[in-house]
């Protein structure tokens, strides 16, 4: 069974520091997607990556792919109160088109 | 495209009742999903289809669950008889798999409340 573990869980920081959020997952896959989620929401499709070393930007938000460590990353840069939400990644089962979910990373971005 | 379109937005039931949500997807995907989110356990996969067919419902949570989707543009989650446990948001989703990846596009939901 495929295991998606996110971390952290939450994650306070202020405006204007880096930092990075991890998405380990236990088979092999070289499909890894990120979403965002803000409260009361539905789920944004922020990222897809669809091979090994996929780099993603946009805007103060960069995803990465690294099949060999079954590890991706999602980097926040400068960070602003605008992207406080809930960050899922997702892994797609090579066997199959349905996604694998994360327990998300909930981010708030203090002034 | 309006995007994958749910009904109701809210539902508020008592215990026993029928409950049944709807979906439309965007037109042309071929796949469709439907998840459940409680701050308990997260976001679950309860069914999902390719082609109207149903491939995996392994996530639905017993018998009282049941999906349907009797062609391309709608599909239906129905619960019978509603519990309190079930209580949470009820997402669907679809996709059109390809060279691009399986983008899955939510829907806004619906929060249930059974009572």
């Known amino acids: 069974e495929l295991k998606v573990e996110q971390n952290p869980l939450f994650l306070s920081m202020q405006e204007g520091k880096n930092y990075t959020i991890y998405c380990n997952y236990s088979t092999t896959s070289d499909r890894l997607y990120w979403y965002r989620q803000d409260p009361g929401k539905s789920l944004e499709s922020l990222f897809v990556l669809l091979s090994n070393g996929a780099v993603k930007q946009e805007g103060r938000l960069m995803a990465s792919l690294d099949t060999k460590a079954r590890l991706s990353t999602l980097h926040i840069t400068a960070a602003v109160h605008d992207l406080s939400a809930t960050y899922f990644c997702a892994v797609e089962e090579t066997s199959g088109s349905r996604l694998t979910f994360g327990e998300g990373t909930q981010l708030t971005v203090n002034p | 495209d309006a995007g994958v379109i749910q009904s109701p937005r809210h539902e508020v039931t008592e215990m026993g009742q029928e409950v049944t949500l709807r979906c439309k997807p965007i037109s042309g995907h071929d796949y469709l999903f439907w998840y459940r989110q409680t701050m308990m356990r997260g976001l679950e996969l309860l069914i999902y289809f390719n082609n109207n067919v149903p491939i995996d419902d392994s996530g639905m949570p017993e018998d009282r669950f049941s999906a349907k989707m009797p062609n391309a543009s709608f599909s239906t989650l129905k619960i019978q008889p509603s519990e309190p446990r079930d209580s949470a948001v009820y997402f669907c989703?679809?996709?059109?798999?390809?060279?691009?990846?399986?983008?899955?596009?939510f829907g806004a939901g619906t929060r249930l409340s059974v009572l």
């Open positions: 989703a679809s996709s059109l798999v390809g060279t691009g990846g399986n983008i899955q596009y």
